[in-house]
């Protein structure tokens, strides 16, 4: 009976935080969980028509649209562009938090510290839409503050056609996401920087080692956990770049006819399809492939980080 007491007694200090968790849990079961019964859509004959019950009573085609996927001419376009964004992302936008929050760390000023900080994460805040619209802003061929400063000073002579220019595409959406993303992945990492023994540094310091010692062989080692489980996670959103900058937000407003080429990745052949052309079981196809190959890259991502640093993600 006393045993019961305390824990009710437990129960009712820990109110909120029970709240909160089941809060969360209805938020997946609802919006993660439950929409997952239309995955049963890639593998039928189902039309927009036939409402929700279609899905459970359209026919069965099997692999149909898997193959439609995978013979259609513009397919290896779409690999190609998705690929060639979430690797460029991952080579040249994962280092940059891990240098910014090193340097960071440094700063003995704290007020300078915060206010670096602060402006540093702010962009992570701003919609893509505006981002595309500042974009517009810099580099259009017609206004753009970038190509008015060139053109000015004699530099160009000639408006550089970044927004319209298929090679330039790539650069720009690394670029973005860096700009955009940096600021927010440094808080997890100056986090994991703070929760590094000070006593370290100190005897670290008794014995002559200089900053960049300091920084090499007690600051990376105690972020390694956070390094190694950020990759993971990385590497496993490399199809939808969701860590370093939607591909996907970034395609459909950066993109256009004329860098079409460069700028089509799979999720916004996806949403073209399903919308435009109605063919709901056709995207859910793409997308469960993406959801697949997703699965597999952490997984085996997670296998090779346990076998080379005995670390993971699980």
């Not at 409402?51 to 996927?69: A, D, N, R």
């Not at 376009?77 to 992302?89: D, G």
């Not at 100190?202 to 080692?221: C, M």
């Not at 052309?277 to 469960?288: K, M, N, T």
């Amino acid at each position: 009976m006393k045993a019961n007491t305390e824990r009710i007694r437990l129960f009712k200090r820990q109110l909120p935080f029970h709240v909160f968790v089941w809060l969360g849990i209805a938020f997946l079961l609802i919006f993660s969980y439950t929409p997952m019964f239309g995955v049963i859509m890639a593998f039928k004959d189902y039309k927009i028509t036939s409402g929700i019950v279609g899905i459970f009573t359209s026919p069965w085609i099997g692999l149909k649209h898997f193959e439609q996927l995978i013979n259609d001419y513009n397919f290896p376009n779409l690999v190609r562009n998705t690929l060639a964004i979430s690797v460029l992302k991952m080579v040249f936008s994962f280092p940059v938090p891990i240098v910014f929050a090193l340097m960071l760390n440094e700063v003995r000023h704290s007020f300078v510290k915060r206010f670096v900080q602060t402006v540093s994460y702010m962009p992570h805040f701003i919609s893509w839409v505006v981002v595309m619209g500042m974009s517009f802003a810099f580099f259009s061929t017609e206004t753009g503050l970038i190509n008015d400063f060139l053109l000015s000073t004699g530099i160009i002579n000639k408006p550089i056609g970044v927004l319209t220019n298929p090679d330039s595409f790539w650069g720009l959406a690394v670029g973005t996401a860096i700009w955009k993303e940096t600021g927010w992945w440094t808080i997890i990492f100056l986090a994991a920087i703070a929760g590094i023994d000070p006593g370290l540094y100190e005897a670290a310091e008794i014995d002559g080692a200089g900053r960049l010692k300091r920084i090499w062989h007690i600051t990376l080692p105690g972020m390694k956990s956070s390094i190694i489980v950020i990759l993971i996670l990385s590497i496993g959103s490399m199809l939808g770049g969701g860590l370093v900058g939607s591909n996907f937000e970034q395609s459909m407003l950066l993109g256009n006819a004329l860098n079409h080429d460069k700028s089509q990745i799979i999720q916004t052949y996806a949403f073209q399809i399903g919308l435009s052309q109605g063919r709901f079981a056709f995207a859910a196809a793409i997308d469960l492939i993406q959801s697949l190959i997703a699965v597999l890259l952490v997984t085996s991502s997670n296998y090779i980080s346990r076998k080379v640093s005995g670390e993971g993600l699980y």
